[in-house]
């Protein structure tokens, strides 16, 4: 009788301690699960600065981006190698600064502000730091790749080269006054203008700058690869640019807009490859 008096007792002590957790947590919301403390991965030693086959700086920390996110988590030897730089190219006026932005493939969708990337956007983030530091911004260029590393390990490239050293390529300008966006705002081999979140973002900007500076006017260029003749390309690249303006138009923009086309003639990468012609189909908005 003892025992099964026990095993009474004990079994009503463990209902009554659930019922308390049962009332306290799933009713009145009241337990706080404990903070999941999450641990980055250390970051590599192994950021350079590069000049043509030459690596002038090494050894430094990967800069490190949460996913989604364009401003990086600095830390004090990133801080150094972004100052050891701009000290280079104060002593050397000739040399301007590419930088590469890289962003993962579940990435692909994530914007930021007027950017159709998140590699464009760390690139942009660095940018600023550096011209925070006394660099022009007109010696900076800034390209985007996307990575397979799903960790993000190595998300920038930094590399030197001539500033008025001719090129086979032109490059593609990302600043607010000269902004650039690829064919992913056109249906393949169309004209039709349909803008995506970044450039929205952007036209909106523009509008209310442009109310700002009524003695401001815009000049849109279109651009194309060489798929097709140069002719062609010449055609599609002003159609395009045409269909960018009447788009602007229509946001309420009341500023002088005057289009152009340099079709397949200024290209910013190779034609040799699906990812290259992608680059080259563009449209180019400069505020004048």
Same mark, same amino acid.
């Given at each position: 009788?003892?025992?099964?008096?026990?095993?009474?007792?004990?079994?009503?002590?463990?209902?009554?301690?659930?019922?308390r957790?049962?009332?306290?947590?799933?009713?009145?919301?009241?337990?706080?699960?404990?903070?999941?403390?999450?641990?980055?991965?250390?970051?590599?030693?192994?950021?350079?600065?590069?000049?043509?086959?030459?690596?002038?700086?090494?050894?430094?920390?990967?800069?490190?981006?949460?996913?989604?996110?364009?401003?990086?988590?600095?830390?004090?030897?990133?801080?150094?190698?972004?100052d050891?730089?701009?000290?280079?190219?104060?002593?050397?006026?000739?040399?301007?600064?590419?930088?590469?932005?890289?962003?993962?493939?579940?990435?692909?969708?994530?914007?930021?502000?007027?950017?159709?990337?998140?590699? /464009?956007?760390?690139?942009?983030? !660095? *940018?600023d730091?550096?011209?925070?530091?006394? #660099?022009?911004?007109?010696?900076?260029? %800034? @390209?985007?790749?996307?990575?397979?590393?799903?960790?993000?390990?190595?998300?920038?490239?930094?590399?030197?080269?001539?500033?008025?050293?001719?090129?086979?390529?032109?490059?593609?300008?990302?600043?607010?006054?000269?902004?650039?966006?690829?064919?992913?705002?056109?249906?393949?081999?169309?004209?039709?203008?349909?803008?995506?979140?970044?450039?929205?973002?952007?036209?909106?900007?523009?509008?209310?700058?442009?109310? /700002?500076?009524?003695?401001?006017s !815009? *000049?849109?260029?279109?651009?194309?690869?060489? #798929?097709?003749?140069?002719?062609?390309? %010449? @055609?599609?690249?002003?159609?395009?640019?045409?269909?960018?303006?009447?788009y602007?138009?229509?946001?309420?923009?009341?500023?002088?807009?005057?289009?152009?086309?340099?079709?397949?003639?200024?290209?910013?990468?190779?034609?040799?490859?699906?990812?290259?012609?992608?680059?080259?189909?563009?449209?180019?908005?400069?505020?004048?």
């Amino acid at each position: 009788m003892r025992f099964l008096a026990f095993l009474l007792f004990a079994a009503f002590v463990l209902f009554a301690i659930f019922a308390r957790w049962f009332f306290i947590c799933d009713i009145l919301n009241l337990c706080e699960e404990p903070p999941v403390e999450v641990v980055a991965p250390p970051r590599l030693q192994n950021l350079q600065l590069t000049e043509n086959d030459s690596v002038l700086l090494s050894g430094y920390d990967q800069f490190a981006f949460a996913t989604g996110v364009d401003q990086p988590d600095l830390n004090a030897n990133n801080e150094q190698f972004l100052d050891t730089i701009a000290q280079m190219m104060a002593a050397d006026s000739t040399k301007s600064l590419e930088i590469t932005g890289r962003y993962t493939l579940q990435e692909k969708d994530v914007m930021a502000g007027f950017y159709e990337n998140m590699g /464009l956007a760390r690139a942009a983030t !660095i *940018r600023d730091l550096m011209t925070a530091r006394g #660099v022009a911004e007109d010696r900076i260029s %800034l @390209k985007h790749a996307t990575t397979a590393d799903s960790l993000l390990q190595e998300p920038l490239l930094f590399a030197f080269m001539q500033k008025d050293l001719p090129s086979e390529y032109a490059t593609a300008s990302y600043s607010f006054t000269n902004m650039t966006y690829s064919d992913a705002n056109f249906p393949s081999n169309s004209a039709i203008f349909e803008p995506g979140e970044a450039f929205r973002n952007y036209a909106d900007s523009v509008k209310v700058y442009m109310e /700002l500076h009524p003695e401001k006017s !815009i *000049r849109i260029v279109g651009h194309t690869d060489n #798929v097709d003749t140069e002719k062609y390309n %010449l @055609k599609l690249g002003m159609r395009r640019a045409e269909s960018a303006k009447e788009y602007l138009e229509n946001l309420g923009i009341t500023a002088v807009i005057k289009t152009e086309s340099k079709g397949e003639t200024e290209h910013v990468a190779s034609n040799d490859t699906p990812e290259g012609r992608q680059e080259n189909r563009r449209v180019n908005f400069i505020i004048e």
